[in-house]
T-cell receptor, first 118, second 111 residues
Framework: GAVVSQHPSWVICKSGTSVKIECRSL??????MFWYRQFPKQSLMLMAT?????????EQGVEKDKFLINHASLTLSTLTVTSAHPEDSSFYIC??????????????FGDGTRLSIL | TQLLEQSPQFLSIQEGENLTVYCNSS?????LQWYRQEPGEGPVLLVT?????EVKKLKRLTFQFGDARKDSSLHITAAQPGDTGLYLC???????????FGKGTRLSVIA
């Protein structure tokens, strides 16, 4: 089945550091990737939608200069948290949609990245 | 913004009991998906329903999509400790829009 790989799975860094998270679709082409954030004991909140070769679309309240998204190929999207602060600590999850299937294409999820800012 | 209301938020039951989780919205969805998430991991897709009134079964799990495609339910028969986890419903109002998630139901099955 479709697999989405996310790396790293866990990051601990100092405040002010920029952190890059990679999301790869391993056996399918993903024209669209989504980035979600999940705080403890809460559900997934969509941060942005990333289309290959174009600028990401950010949800209301998500700072595009803070969370830089790049989707340069059909198998890779990256999320960079710039100048991270403790309030950015969260579980970040990417999701990818297979471009080959039509209609209600399923979204496949990565295993998430736990970001802890000290 | 489409909202998905999930209930109950927390559920603790004994092994062998049955339970139902509900997912409701005032919006119509083109498809609705149920996921299960373990701590520290991404959500894993259980089922996708697309037709109003559709019922799908996955072993002891039964999923139903409302006739108007605004609500869904997940019924678990004879729950087992291995069913413990966070159950999330997620809907999409058209083929190209992202999934919107409910707040989840945290299920704990006690042996």
């Amino acid at each position: 089945g479709a697999v989405v790989s996310q790396h790293p799975s866990w990051v601990i860094c100092k405040s002010g550091t920029s952190v890059k998270i990679e999301c790869r679709s391993l056996d399918f082409q993903a024209t669209t990737m989504f980035w979600y954030r999940q705080f403890p004991k809460q559900s997934l909140m969509l941060m942005a939608t990333s289309n290959e070769g174009s600028k990401a679309t950010y949800e209301q309240g998500v700072e595009k200069d803070k969370f830089l998204i790049n989707h340069a190929s059909l198998t890779l999207s990256t999320l960079t948290v710039t100048s991270a602060h403790p309030e950015d600590s969260s579980f970040y999850i990417c999701s990818a949609r297979d471009a080959r299937t039509g209609g209600n294409q399923p979204q496949h999820f990565g295993d998430g990245t736990r970001l802890s800012i000290l | 913004t489409q909202l998905l209301e999930q209930s109950p938020q927390f559920l603790s039951i004994q092994e062998g009991e049955n339970l139902t989780v509900y997912c409701n919205s005032s919006s119509v969805f083109s498809s609705l998906q149920w996921y299960r998430q373990e701590p520290g991991e991404g959500p894993v897709l259980l089922v996708t329903v697309v037709t109003g009134g559709e019922v799908k079964k996955l072993k002891r799990l039964t999923f139903q999509f409302g006739d108007a495609r605004k609500d869904s339910s997940l019924h678990i028969t004879a729950a087992q400790p291995g069913d413990t986890g966070l159950y999330l419903c997620a809907g999409r109002n058209s083929g190209n829009t992202p999934l919107v998630f409910g707040k989840g139901t945290r299920l704990s099955v006690i042996a």
